[in-house]
């Protein structure tokens, strides 16, 4: 009877699983797509990310080569051969232990010299990017245009001068759009646009550029709308565009590249909201990587340190937001802060991100390399070095300031 009941049970489950994917088991891609080779998970920490790398079945050398990233040039042929020279001497000349340290030195060697990034071509991709207003987003939109991608650069208003400095600079491949990632009717007026342009070429990728912070301040000093609006365009809208996008992406098995912050990765000063939401979306991206990776759609992270971007300089717009922050909070907490720890946070602030680096090119170096790698890192974090000393410092001051203000309060 047990046996019977436990083989209607497993019965019902697997017809009650086909009901929901009849044609489709569960983690394996769809029917029109070839499914994955057998592979073997190789983890590599840092920069490189995963890979997936095909086991062949033969031990052929030439056939283990062909489903990596080793391109055979004339420097890498060179090197095998002189590997192949040096196991013989080591093999004649050196006791075992010897030998072979110095072939494992040597092999690491290659591998550092002579691997090469396989790198897709660009001809009829497409790629859509957000928040082209300024900043990452207008310099990708730019660098993608002169590569030969055809490009649609999301802005919030087709008259700003980054709009305007786009028309411009860039061919006429490049397509503008305007959108707000707060605005669901934007966002489907975008996905039909996409949809309806990229029905011949197909689109290869999505990049997550648009972000939003206006508050600088602790946690309990943030007003929720603060909290409310940050997630709103830094993980909601970064959510209903991306699955409005998966079914072209997953006919193209293409890339999304998503613009998130070392905020998200760990506790940074006065940056509660922002750091909250962009851990939300670092998260939900790690999510997306594993379940998409059956249809071959690769998912990176970048994590810039402090640059030059947007509003982030712009002393007026800081002191505007400080003083409606200011006219916001409630007077016990005010008291308990002080309106001194506020105006120091925000006057450092300030004073760190004007040494913030102005040079952009390395964090579109890496969305390239995220979107026509062959096998792009996962995470690449970028951590200028002015920043990082700036960064420390500034960090030491906010907490011996919040210190002396809790002084203050204890003596009053």
Partial sequence: MTGTRGSRTQGKL????GTARPTQPF???PPSQKPLPPCTRVGNSGSTGEKLIQQPT?????VRLSHTDLLLTPALFLYLVLLVLLQWLCDAYLPLFLGVGFTSAACCFVLGRATQRRLLPVAGKAIFITGCDSGFGKETARHLDSMGFKVFASVLDLESSGAKELRQSCSPRLTLLEMDLTKTEDIQRALQLIQTQTKSTGLWGLVNNAGFN??????????LCKFRICMEVNFFGSLELTKGLLPLLRSSAGRIVTISSPAGDMPYPCLAAY???KAALGLLMDTFRSELQPWGIKVSLILPGYFKTGTTCDLQFWHLKKQQLLASLPTELLQAYGE??????????????KVAVEDLSTVVTSITDALISANPATRFLHKPQTAQSTGAKTTEQCQERMTFTHRLGEVV
């Fill in 14 to 17: 697997q017809q009650d699983l």
């Fill in 214 to 223: 206006d508050t600088i301040a602790d946690a309990e000093l943030s007003p």
């Fill in 340 to 353: 001194e720890y506020i105006e120091e946070i925000n006057r450092q602030f300030v004073k760190f991100m």
């Fill in 58 to 62: 033969s031990g052929n050398l030439l």
């Fill in 27 to 29: 983690f394996s891609p």
């Fill in 275 to 277: 750091g909250a939401s």
